[in-house]
């Protein structure tokens, strides 16, 4: 199972968690942390991302070690975050060239190894709920972020946005691309958090579109185009 079949976060059940880390001692502590929240559960435990998620493929967040075997994760979190995961990096590398390389891989968050429960629980609920949490260490690499404030979004990304600004549902949409509707919509959402994350909310739809056609991510003459392409749509898997 990926994370097409997911099933949406809801109140009235806990928020599933998955922990990759190859140090057992910071498994037992995080494990420690987060059952200090009713709100969340944790399914599954282990150094091997493919082998946690097997055992837990229904997990809604993965909290994902960047240093694994003793080497960064990097092409792992884009892999995981390209399928819709909802991955929370936490490592020990908190400079703010891998925070800031985390996130343009697509992490939902990233959360220092030294930032505590408190933190920990909170991005972990937030990332859940696709709501942007920034804490401390990774406030402090954004704010000192020379790059231009345009957000990097991946080729699944923007076409899913593409495709949505062309008066395309989200089912449409998720045919279209060949997965599920909620992938679509954690394609949008994300897009949505990296704007957020540069100081350029864009809570709507037409505020997301203007972020996109101002950033060149979009050009006005690709919206409008859905008719001409609707009869090669794909059934939903």
């Known amino acids: 199972m990926d994370a097409d079949a997911l099933a949406p976060v809801t109140p009235e059940r806990p928020v599933g968690v998955a922990i990759v880390d190859d140090h057992p001692v910071v498994i037992d502590g995080v494990r420690a942390w987060l059952a200090t929240e009713p709100r969340l559960t944790v399914l599954a435990t282990g150094d091997d991302p493919d ?71 909170a991005t972990v609920l937030d990332a859940a709920a696709d709501r942007p949490y920034v804490a401390p260490a990774l406030a402090g ?58 100081g350029r909310p864009a809570a709507t739809k037409a505020a997301l579109l203007a972020r996109a056609i101002e950033d060149g991510l979009i050009r006005p003459e690709e919206i409008g185009i859905y008719r001409s392409h609707a009869a090669t749509d794909w059934p939903t898997p």
């Not at 975050?81 to 991955?87: C, E, F, I, M, Y």
């Not at 990096?89 to 996130?103: F, G, K």
């Not at 404030?149 to 449409?172: G, H, I, N, Y």
């Open 51 to 121: 082998e946690v998620l097997r055992a837990a493929p229904t997990a809604d967040v993965i909290l994902l070690d960047l240093r694994l075997r003793g080497r960064l994760v990097l092409d792992k979190l884009a892999e995981l975050s390209a399928a819709g995961r909802r991955v929370v990096v936490y490592s020990e590398h908190s400079d703010p060239p891998t925070m800031l390389a985390a996130l343009d891989a697509g992490a939902v968050a990233f959360l220092a190894k030294h930032e505590g429960r408190e933190h920990c629980v």
């Open 141 to 198: 690499a954004m704010v000192g972020d020379s790059r231009p404030d345009r957000p990097v979004l991946s080729d699944k990304e923007r076409q899913a946005l593409l495709l949505w600004f062309q008066s395309m549902s989200k089912a449409s949409v998720a045919r279209r691309m060949r997965i599920s509707e909620h992938t679509v919509k954690q394609y949008v959402d994300r897009a949505r958090i990296k704007y957020s994350r540069v």
